[in-house]
């Protein structure tokens, strides 16, 4: 079990020490930033929100050479893929996003979904403009919906040493918005499970029983219905 150079909340640091106490499990103290939700792991490659490279470059004074060699170490894989925009984010409004990232965590917009029939890795990504054409709204700031799709064609494009990526996309709505501000309702951030026979992905709901929820049962509709539950199958 790994363990970060510092913890964002408190209480964190306590975590590791307590698992291990009960289990047999070891944990190394890493000289690095790291958070699980700004990290995706696949067989032999470790996906790593850019957020993290630049924030671990000031904390150590260490270049992207030596801290992807270093990450490559530390997860035990051939490939660290340092994923986000070359320029820092700058959306009209806010919506917790990253700096480098169109939101802080990967994991909110990335899903990882094992290998495809061809051998590539199949992987999710999140969509804004399909959010609102499903539920027949006003299409996303341009900027926010671009930085998805920007990640997708990324992704989609990536190749290197045998790694190639299948992208599909789900929906992603920004609702809420008021005061310039707005809230993200994803359906990457799930888990996925997946042992010997058993393949369950558990997706987040946001609706209910009442009127004003009919449409945020129409985007679980199509989630559960055609995109990520349907791969695990």
């Known amino acids: 079990m790994l363990e970060p150079l510092d913890f964002t909340r408190g209480g ?42 630049h924030h671990n470059e000031k904390v150590t004074g260490e270049s992207k050479e030596k801290i992807t060699a270093e990450f490559k170490k530390i997860f035990g894989v051939e490939q660290i893929i340092w994923l986000g925009s070359e320029e820092p984010i700058d959306f009209p409004i806010e919506v917790f996003q990253g700096h480098h990232q169109p939101i802080f965590h990967i994991d ?9 029939e061809n051998g590539k890795e ?63 309702l994803t359906y990457n951030n799930c888990i996925v499970e997946v042992f010997e026979e058993t393949k369950n992905v558990y997706v987040p709901s946001y609706s209910s029983v009442t009127p004003g929820s009919i449409n945020r049962r129409k985007l679980g509709e199509e989630v559960g219905g055609s995109s990520i539950e349907k791969a695990a199958e």
């Open 12 to 53: 964190d640091n306590f975590v590791a020490d307590q698992i291990a106490a009960e289990t047999d499990i070891e944990v190394e103290v890493t000289n690095y930033h790291i958070e699980g939700g700004n990290i995706l792991a696949g067989d032999n490659y470790v996906i790593i929100g850019k957020d993290y490279l």
């Open 108 to 116: 909110m917009y990335i899903t990882l979904g094992g290998k495809t």
């Open 122 to 184: 199949l992987i999710f990504v999140a969509d804004a403009k399909a959010a609102k054409k499903i539920l027949g709204e006003e299409m996303p700031p341009i900027k926010i919906s671009d930085a998805f799709d920007q990640t997708a064609n990324w992704l989609n494009e990536y190749s290197k040493d045998g790694l190639e990526f299948e992208v599909k996309r789900i929906p992603i709505d920004l609702w809420d918005v008021s005061e310039s501000k707005g809230t993200f």
